[in-house]
Structure formats: C-alpha cells, structure tokens
C-alpha cells in the first residue's frame, strides 16, 4: 500500500461551497507540505506544516496536521473557480532527506 | 521566495535520440536537487537524488543508464533521457533544496518523444 494516501481521488463542487481533502499517512510524517498544481505546469507552494496541531492559513485556504502527525486536511471555505486544479500533498519523513513522497493529488473543479 | 529554472519548458524529439533537461537554482546554491515524473492525472513520481559533487541516488525502478544525472555545480543539475522512445514521454519536475532544507520546483519539462 502506499505511504500517502490522499482522498478524494476528484471533487466537484458548486462556486461558493466549502470542501476538504484529506492526506493519511502509513508513518508518523516529519513535514507536510500541500501544493495546487495543473497539470503540465510546476507546482505552487501553498503550506507547510511540522508540527502535531498545527494549522495555517492563506486567504481561504486553511491546512491542519494532526497531533500524531499522520494525518493532514486541506480546507477551502467559499470556493471559487480559481480553486480549481490538483492539490498535492507531499510528506518528508526523514529530517535529514529533504526528499518528498507525494500522494496521487485531488482534481478539484468549481462550477460557476 | 528561492527560484527554480528549468530548460527548455518543452521538448519535442524522434525516438532514439537523448534529450537534456537542464535545472538551475537562481538564486540560492543547492547541494542536492531531485528529479521527479509525472504522467498524466498521476503524481509526481521520485526518479534520483542527485548530489553536487557525487553520483546521483536512483529511486528503486529507475534505469540510471537511461536517466543521466549531473550535478556539476551547486547550482545547475542535468537530466538526460538517452535513447529515447514514447513511453518515455512525460513532464520532468526538478526540485532543489535550500540551506534550512525548504524545497523548491521548477516549473517543468514537457517531453514528447515521437
């Protein structure tokens, strides 16, 4: 199975409604870290987090990591179609790697 | 925020040939810098790690032969698809890492090999 799951695979969602996704790791993650992305273009930081609890916002995009650190949510509040796109999330789990594992993304679409 | 460059953003060869794919970190020196695939309405995949100075690090799968990596300075890492066919055809992502380990991507490679 793999190391970071994320769900759901795709979403659709009315302009205005609020959504969340969902980022499960098999291991206790040393950062988390949750990208938007179209396909065919680089990726575009959005969060990182670190530590057990925290969360962090940016405009109306809200990220949490849970205390245990294996569990991640990403929530729009009020979306718009400039939401749309893949959310990725990408985990480092050795303090020292750098390297990320990235889960399969969630395609997002916002209907006007 | 640190920049990543990639060169060229597209590329378009026959099959057979060797594409290089070139990633630079603008403004910030990069001991090491990954090199990831990504197909379509799938996630980036890790191909290599590769390091300033030393050969690079290929994630299980990955043919090293077939995927040259060179990290010739602390700024600039290459990748090279040598003999290339179609199913090699995809978009390669580079990242680098800063000194407090923050990572930063390029904006990508689309590859299409014909």
């Known amino acids: 199975s793999q190391e970071l799951e994320q769900s759901p695979q795709s979403l659709i969602v009315q302009e205005g409604k609020n959504l969340t996704i969902n980022c499960t790791s098999s291991k206790t993650l040393y950062g988390l870290y949750w990208y938007k992305q179209k396909y065919g273009e680089g990726l575009i930081f959005l969060m990182m987090?670190?530590?057990?609890?925290e969360e962090k916002s940016h405009e109306k995009i809200t990220a949490k990591l849970d205390e245990k650190k294996q569990q991640s949510s990403l929530h729009i509040t009020a979306s718009q179609p400039s939401h749309a796109g893949i959310y990725l999330c990408g985990a480092d789990y050795n303090t020292n790697a750098g390297k990320s594992t990235f889960g399969d993304g969630t395609t997002l679409t916002v209907k006007p | 925020g640190a920049v990543v460059s990639q060169h060229p953003s597209w590329v378009i060869c026959k099959s057979g040939t060797s594409v290089k794919i070139e990633c630079r970190s603008l403004?910030?020196?990069?001991?090491?810098m990954f090199w990831y695939r990504q197909f379509p309405k799938q996630s980036l995949m890790l191909m290599a790690t590769?390091?300033?100075?030393?050969?690079?690090?290929?994630e299980q799968g990955v043919e090293k032969d077939k995927f040259l990596i060179n990290h010739a300075s602390l700024t600039l890492s290459t990748l090279t698809v040598t003999s290339a066919h179609p199913e090699d055809s995809s978009f390669y992502i580079c990242?680098?890492?800063?000194?407090?380990?923050?990572?930063?991507f390029g904006p990508g490679t689309r590859l299409t090999v014909l």
């Open positions: 987090l670190q530590k057990g609890g």
């Open positions: 590769s390091n300033e100075g030393s050969k690079a690090t290929y």
């Open positions: 403004d910030f020196q990069a001991t090491t």
């Open positions: 990242s680098a890492l800063e000194v407090y380990n923050e990572q930063f």
